[in-house]
């Protein structure tokens, strides 16, 4: 009769091995996850300096990334070519008076980048300050629909509008001239009637504003080809 005692003996020992592996890989994942959640929790909470304040809605970074501020717009300041707009050197001193030479944190979207390789960012100082919504409090930026950047459109909608309500920044004495204005609603923006732009929206998405004051208050912004 065979003797099959050494299969017996065995057959402990390969379970042990496979125990003892099984536990090794537990403890190797289990240190991965822990790892991981510890470093992307210090990406979260990482500060930048800002170096230099461009206007009221980019900064450069100590790093050297130009930070666009998404979904907001502040007037332009003066360039070579162009003229400043109106409030446009009142914005940047109020966002330089925020964020310069001051540490803050990077939140992004789901779209990271601008066409022209510049990063889209909500910013937030140390204290939670939120850079963004601060410029339109304040009424020193509007409030722009960039889809698919849409996190903090209500907050800064309302933000908008109270400040429109209080007349604050330039909203005072706002050069509200009459219109009517052709606005798309799939784009959020507004038109001249002659804008050919404008005249390429379809019917259903097509709405009329009286005037510029009324444009702003149901969340569009003026299209940039005809500068309403």
């Not at 717009?73 to 162009?82: C, F, K, L, S």
């Not at 937030?124 to 459109?153: H, I, M, S, W």
């Not at 804008?195 to 009324?214: A, D, L, V």
């Not at 003026?222 to 500068?227: A, G, L, S």
């Amino acid at each position: 009769m065979r003797d099959w005692s050494f299969v017996l003996f065995r057959i402990p020992k390969l379970k042990e091995t496979t125990m003892k592996t099984m536990i090794r890989r537990t403890i190797l994942v289990t240190l991965l996850l822990a790892l991981s959640g510890l470093y992307g929790a210090t990406r979260a909470t990482s500060f930048y300096r800002v170096r230099w304040v461009d206007d009221g809605d980019t900064v450069v970074l100590a790093d050297g990334r130009r930070v666009r501020y998404t979904g907001i717009n502040a007037p332009e300041v003066a360039h070579e070519d162009r003229p400043a707009q109106r409030f446009g050197p009142e914005a940047r001193d109020f966002n330089r008076k925020l964020v310069y030479k001051k540490k803050v944190r990077l939140e992004f979207d789901q779209e990271k980048y601008d066409q022209y390789g510049r990063v889209l960012a909500y910013l937030f100082l140390q204290d939670g300050t939120f850079v963004n919504a601060e410029l339109v409090k304040g009424g020193y930026a509007c409030y722009v629909f960039r889809r698919p950047n849409t996190r903090y459109d209500s907050l800064l909608l309302r933000l908008q509008r109270e400040a429109m309500a209080k007349r604050a920044g330039m909203w005072a004495r706002f050069p509200d001239q009459g219109g009517p204005f052709l606005g798309n609603g799939h784009s959020r923006r507004f038109h001249r009637m002659a804008c050919p732009f404008g005249k390429g929206t379809s019917p259903k998405h097509r709405m009329i504003f009286k005037t510029k004051y009324e444009a702003f208050w149901a969340g569009y912004s003026p299209c940039k080809q005809c500068n309403p």
